[in-house]
């Protein structure tokens, strides 16, 4: 009788057990967004020439994100690639630019969440921009090649708003530079004799506040459908810099439309990939 209490007991205590929920270790998801949109761009380089030029372009951008420490969801990693092609016309419709830029940047955001369905964020990123312009009529000085390195300062809000079965998701960014360092040929010298000169230290000009000054805002919203996330939005990129007494000018304005997801990352000891996950990298 007594074994066959205590057998009770032992098949008690393992079905309680088998209901008790384990604990699990969170795993970061990386949220990841795709945006493709149309721009109107005004440039200014008196490296190519003394004339605004203006014309469309074509904006590609992937960002991703993600927290640092899945337990505590306040400080996140942030990086972007994006790229834009365009083509730009003087005035008079004489002479044109064929414009194409890249930029890479990675940086944190720290978020503050004790706001209803409203986030706060704010940060840095470093980026490297890059910049490759040529002019159809110029035959001295036909390419100018933009290259600079940035410390920059992030803002953001993210508002959450439920209505039905969805939550639409509203965000707005602004950046800006502070410090950081810039290639820029003084105009009249070619690159030819920058080169065989040796003169590269006079193109290469520290830049701060006092001499580049620049802003980002981009505005979007996040709706999620059946099996996909959309975002729509607007971005706007006013630049102005100055080197050896000639001023530059770069400004953009675009709409885009992307997509959003989340995916998981499995890598090292600490973020084992479960059985179920198969991979052609293990």
Known sequence: MKKI????????????????????ELVALTNVTHHAGVSVVELVDPYLSILNYTGYGLRLEYTDSYYFNPEKPVLSS?????????SLTNPQKTAGVTYIGGNAAWGALY????????????????????????????????????????????????????????????KANFEFPLLGCMFVPYPGLSYYEMYS????????????????QGLKEQ????????FSTWSLGARMHQLKYQA???PYSFNEFSVFVGINYDIVRFS?????????YISPGN
């Open 244 to 246: 050896g007494d000639q």
């Open 5 to 24: 209490i205590l057998l009770l007991n032992l098949i008690c205590i393992f079905i309680i057990s088998s209901a008790q929920p384990r604990e699990k």
């Open 268 to 276: 090292g000891r600490k973020v084992k990939l479960p059985d179920h």
């Open 197 to 212: 000169s040796g003169a590269y230290a006079e193109a290469i000009h520290f830049s701060s506040l006092h001499n580049k």
């Open 78 to 86: 942030y990086s972007s690639i994006t790229g834009l092609i365009s």
């Open 111 to 170: 978020e503050y969440h004790d706001i209803n369905n409203l986030v706060l964020l704010a940060g840095a990123n470093v980026d490297v921009d890059f910049a490759y312009k040529i002019n159809s009529r110029n035959v001295n000085n036909p390419v100018n090649i933009d290259l600079a390195t940035n410390l920059n300062a992030m803002l953001g809000i993210k508002y959450v708003y439920a209505i039905r079965k969805r939550n639409l998701k509203f």
């Open 219 to 226: 505005i979007s919203i996040d709706i999620p459908f059946k």
